[in-house]
């Protein structure tokens, strides 16, 4: 009687004889065996009672779904299965070879529920059976089967903005959710703890265009607590996953820079401008390595060591022990100048490998007092004239900048030091809205003008501001006379 | 009455006349004066009670484009006669009649300006009588309107909110109930006006995706926020008992409807950390904007997480960590707020996101998260501050939750904290007792790094002293003092100097010195120092009575009266039996420890 795969018989629908013999308990041994060949019944809800049908060694499975392949490869089973009926009332079976052991069975009618149930029940029976499991901690706490491998080899890594298609149910069979029935993907960041466990585990497994099925114990999901109202206490949860899509986190949202993280860092806090940080770094152009180097510096100040802006500007967003890959555009890395020391020619895309091994946060400005504020005002007004004579504005911009967050809303001075601050103030205005001229941000460079004005109405300042303001209107028109004040 | 009659007939003949002459001419040739005279003649019948003759000039299929072009101009009489009558007069359906048909007749862009118009002059009571009745022509006109659609829509819109904004919100079951001023009603019927806007956009968008009329969309969208910060976030939403339809709920779920049909509604709860681009020129508005909106995504929060309005379209796969941290941008919104609407929905939204939480889950790093450091100091706030007692409580079992809801180290970082920050002795003393929960957990349970050794001494350093050393307002502090003190009974019960799992024994010295030694010589002095006050009370009662005016204590606008002697004395009678209860806490504390120590000094002999 054994037969190959994909052979139908027609066989009348009450089997006779048989019905004396259901049995409650075989129809999931059934199942279980169904479900061990990788079979997936999907879509069996229908106005066509299911009749179930085995005898030794054979298992019959109702063909009224257009059940196209074999089961044991991949296929999706439609749930038009109204008309499938033969005319003569028949319903056609496919058999499948069965393990030796099971009884002949024959299951009456199903309703609806129980059929969408058993559905929920062979996907969970099958991945406790064959899933795999892939928790780091190998408690069986997240099982998957892989359902169509993926297009492309490569996987999502911590960080990245992944883009999925998905369907959860209860254990019951019971759909609680389904990014489809909302008609777009559901967006979200890898590896941040902003899904279940389970999901941060199982996406990270996936390749693109991967459709993956995930079984997810309680631990692993909503735990004791649930999440009203739709997911009750101690849930085990089954999803059905296909991972559309996923980039590199833009960190700046203008594709400047993309970061995909290979080792996550520890909490949630980052260095700082100004920050004091050691890193392990290697940087790329072209697929070569142009730089390899452990090395200490401020966060802002990069460009001492030949680190470029991009680097600075990331550190900001990483945590201790963080280990990730940086992509810059030209613009965050040695932009038009290039950087003739590594043989790095004008607007070259880099990308750096970079560790942060560990860091030190600068002072905020509320824990500084005036003196060592008007010090350490000097000292970064030095440096940031530094940077804009060698045409590093950007760099400019973060030591200027430091002056007016120190100063700006600073109250209580003496005469003397209220003096100097404001000759730091107006000196900062001046060069960062020069520095934002040269960088062709004319908004912000305008901002800073007004912004001295206001604070000081003592001197005429219009022609400061009706410089920058031509340069608003005339774009590349820079005006060379604000430079005296640097 | 003869003479009253040929008044009346005075009124509809000159509109008659004026029509007549007007029948003739092309519309472009009507004039000013023309106008002026329809007006003045129109309202001259609607004042004298001929709505039904006027009623009939206006239906006149010969009149047609007279009234399209003049008609607007009788909506501000019409709108004052129809208030003037009673529900049931014949006069003012005819009046409604009129309104309905001016609707359809007039020109759509001066009717809408005339309706507009209406609704900006009304005030006080008036002001929901008048959107409702306005709002049927209103729609009409705006879906009549050729150019500048969305952009009428969202005048019309932010016109009617600004108008209601002004009226008190309905909060207890029986305002509800009485909607004295009828704005229960006037918000559902201003969802209802909204509509087929809402249909409108949502076709456009199945039409195409690139389709651009992005501008009524946007409106709408104003629209729902405005809603959600007035009257939503002002009104009580909670199921009440009685009330079938809870109007303010219907229209919260309206609302989310409305954001979930124009798909809106997932952006701005999982997207909302992201500062959405309205690029404002000017750094105020964006403040302004920024800080409205804030308001708004609270209270969308809230009706999301905690009244689970539509809460179905929402992924099921955030980890409730996560939602935590969402939300407690929202929670420090509300918190920060005084009225009780506000707080209380800042509270259920705290709670129920703290509740999806398992116990011992929340990992110490969130509180690098500057919200989840300034939550807990606003619920102290709440809790030692607010009139309110069901808030007070509420928010102490929160902080509770919140507490438990953090691993070891967050707990421990949690409490350093608070005793830092909370400048409240009760508050102090519920801290301590949950550092001796913790430390009785790891002697007991599980052993755990964070409340036993040097990481728990250097805390108890923090417990086990006197902020002003002896000079210490005892009173005051005896909260937790007190709870200091049974702290430090526990630990020596509990942990034997042989074991010394806690580190207690190798800092007693220094408990002394900072704590024990300046707290029996502070106990000394309080006790001299009151049982004296208290001789004194006695011994010159009356000299007593004329000193004690000095100041006069106002609890909530009422003044205290001041205080009898005999009161002032129960007064002092209690702050020594405070004094008592420390001092017998104490003594056992010190013949604990010198039993222990006797005992392991005669072992090692």
């Not at chain 2, 690139?210 to 009104?235: H, V």
């Not at chain 2, 509420?394 to 953090?406: E, G, M, P, R």
Request: hydrophobic content about 40%; overall charge negative; glycine content about 6%.
């Amino acid at each position: 009687m054994r037969m190959g795969w994909g052979l139908s018989l027609h066989i009348t629908p009450s089997v006779q004889g048989m019905s004396e013999r259901v049995n409650a308990e075989v129809p999931e041994r059934c199942w279980r065996h169904w479900g061990a060949l990788g079979g997936e019944v999907t879509g069996l809800s229908s106005s066509v009672p299911a009749r179930w049908c085995s005898m030794e060694g054979i298992f019959l499975f109702p063909c009224f779904t257009s059940l196209h392949e074999a089961p044991g490869r991949s296929r999706r089973v439609s749930s038009n299965t109204a008309d499938q009926k033969d005319p003569a009332g028949c319903v056609h079976y496919y058999i499948v070879p069965l393990a030796t052991g099971v009884q002949c069975l024959c299951k009456e009618t199903m309703t609806t529920d129980e059929v969408t149930k058993s559905e929920g029940e062979v996907q969970a029976v099958a991945l406790t059976e064959r899933g795999e499991d892939i928790t780091p901690a190998q408690d069986r706490g997240v099982l998957k089967i892989i359902k169509r491998p993926g297009s492309e080899d490569a996987s999502p890594m911590i960080g990245d903005k992944v883009y999925v298609h998905y369907k959860g149910k209860l254990a019951n069979g019971k759909k609680f959710d389904s990014s489809r029935d909302r008609n777009e993907p559901f967006v979200f960041s890898l590896g941040k703890g902003q899904v279940i466990k389970a999901w941060d585990i199982g996406v990270a497994t996936m390749k693109k265009g991967e459709i993956c099925y995930l079984l997810c114990k309680p631990d692993y999901a909503y735990g004791s607590a649930g999440s009203a109202p739709k997911i009750p206490s101690n849930a085990t949860l089954f999803f059905e996953v296909e991972l559309l899509d996923f980039k590199g986190e833009d960190l700046f949202e203008d594709g400047g820079i993309i970061r995909r993280i290979k080792r996550k860092g520890e909490g949630y806090s980052n260095p700082n401008e100004g920050a004091t940080v050691e890193i392990h770094l290697e940087g790329f152009c072209g697929g070569s390595r142009f730089d390899c180097k452990d090395v200490k510096f401020i966060v802002g100040e990069g460009e001492d060591h030949d680190i470029p802006i991009g680097i600075d500007k990331a550190l900001e967003k990483m945590q201790r022990g963080e280990h990730c890959i940086l992509y810059l555009s030209p613009r965050y890395g040695f932009g038009e100048a290039g950087k003739p020391k590594y043989g790095i020619q004008a607007n070259a895309e880099l990308v750096y490998e970079v560790t942060l091994k560990s860091f030190e946060k600068a002072k905020e400005s509320w824990e500084m007092d005036t003196k060592e504020k008007l010090e350490q005002a000097a000292v970064v007004k030095e440096k940031g004239t530094m940077y804009f004579k060698e045409g590093k504005y950007l760099q400019a911009v973060i030591q200027y900048g430091k002056i007016v967050s120190w100063l700006e809303m600073e109250y209580g001075l003496s005469e003397k030091e209220s003096k100097a601050s404001d000759s730091f103030l107006l000196a900062a205005f001046l060069n960062l809205a020069m520095c934002y001229l040269k960088l062709r941000e004319y908004a912000k460079a305008v901002e800073c003008c007004d912004k001295e004005a206001a604070s000081k109405s003592r001197v005429g300042r219009a022609a400061e501001k009706a410089a920058c303001e031509k340069g608003l209107k005339t774009p590349g028109a820079e005006d060379e006379e604000a430079e005296g004040h640097v | 009455m003869p003479e009253e009659r040929s008044q009346t007939t005075m009124a509809v003949d000159e509109l008659q006349a004026i029509i007549q002459r007007c029948q003739i001419l092309e519309e472009a040739d009507f004039k000013g004066e023309d106008f002026n005279l329809f007006l003045v003649a129109g309202q001259k019948c609607l004042e004298d009670g001929y709505a039904a003759q006027l009623l009939e000039v206006i239906q006149n299929e010969k009149n047609k484009v007279i009234i399209k072009n003049m008609g607007w101009n009788l909506i501000s009489p019409l709108v004052r006669c129809i208030f003037m009558y009673k529900q049931e007069d014949d006069k003012r359906e005819h009046c409604l009649r009129i309104l309905d048909q001016l609707a359809q007749i007039c020109n759509p862009k001066e009717l809408f300006l005339g309706l507009l118009e209406q609704i900006e002059q009304t005030s006080g009571d008036q002001v929901c009588q008048t959107v409702m009745l306005l709002l049927q022509p209103l729609q009409t006109v705006l879906l009549k309107l050729q150019n500048k659609k969305a952009y009428s829509v969202g005048l019309s819109l932010a016109m009617i909110m600004n108008q209601l904004t002004s009226l008190p919100v309905p909060y207890t079951k029986q305002q509800i109930q009485e909607d004295k001023l009828g704005l229960c009603q006037c918000c559902n019927a201003v969802v209802d006006f909204a509509k087929p806007f809402v249909n409108e956009v949502v076709k456009n968008m199945e039409k195409s995706s690139e389709y651009n009329d992005m501008e009524l969309k946007e409106e709408l969208l104003k629209f729902c926020m405005k809603s959600l910060k007035y009257p939503l976030l002002a009104a009580q939403l909670e199921q009440l008992e009685g009330i079938e339809e809870h109007p303010f709920r219907h229209f919260a779920t309206e609302i989310i409807d409305i954001l979930w049909n124009i798909r809106e509604l997932m952006p701005l709860v999982v997207l909302h950390h992201k500062s959405k681009s309205p690029c404002w020129e000017n750094q105020e508005f964006a403040d302004i904007e920024r800080k409205n909106s804030a308001d708004s995504l609270a209270c969308l929060s809230y009706l999301m997480f905690v009244q689970h309005f539509g809460i179905e379209c929402f992924p099921v796969v955030f980890s409730p960590a996560y939602l935590l941290l969402c939300n407690m941008t929202h929670i420090e919104v509300l918190l920060k707020r005084t009225e009780e609407s506000a707080l209380s929905k800042g509270l259920d939204l705290f709670e129920s996101s703290l509740l999806r939480m398992e116990d011992n889950s929340l990992l110490h790093d969130y509180l690098e998260f500057r919200d989840f450091i300034n939550v807990p100091q606003d619920l102290v706030k709440i809790m030692t501050l607010c009139p309110m007692e069901h808030l007070r409580k509420k928010s102490l079992s929160i902080l509770q939750l919140f507490i438990d809801k953090f691993d070891t180290q967050g707990k421990y970082t949690l409490f350093r904290c608070l005793l830092k920050t909370s400048n409240h002795a009760g508050v102090e003393g519920y801290i301590i007792k949950n550092i001796k929960d913790q430390i009785h957990l790891s002697l007991t349970e599980y052993d755990n790094m964070w409340f036993t050794g040097h990481h728990l001494i250097s805390l108890l350093d923090l417990v086990l002293s006197l902020p002003e050393g002896a000079e210490t307002d005892l009173l005051q502090n005896s909260d937790r003092i007190m709870a200091s003190l049974n702290l430090l009974r526990y630990l020596v019960i509990k942990d034997c100097e042989s074991d010394n799992q806690t580190g207690v024994w190798t800092t007693l010295t220094k408990i002394e010195q900072n704590f024990l030694k300046p707290l029996r010589v502070g106990l000394n002095m309080s006790k001299a120092h009151y049982e004296a006050e208290i001789k004194n009370k006695k011994e010159n009662r009356k000299e007593a009575h004329s000193s004690n005016t000095v100041c006069s204590v106002t609890v909530s606008g009422e003044k205290m009266p001041a205080m009898t002697t005999g009161m002032q004395l129960q007064v002092l009678h209690s702050a020594l039996f405070t004094f008592d209860l420390i001092e017998s806490v104490l003594a056992r504390v010190e013949e604990l420890i010198e039993v222990k120590i006797k005992a392991v000094m005669d072992d090692n002999s």
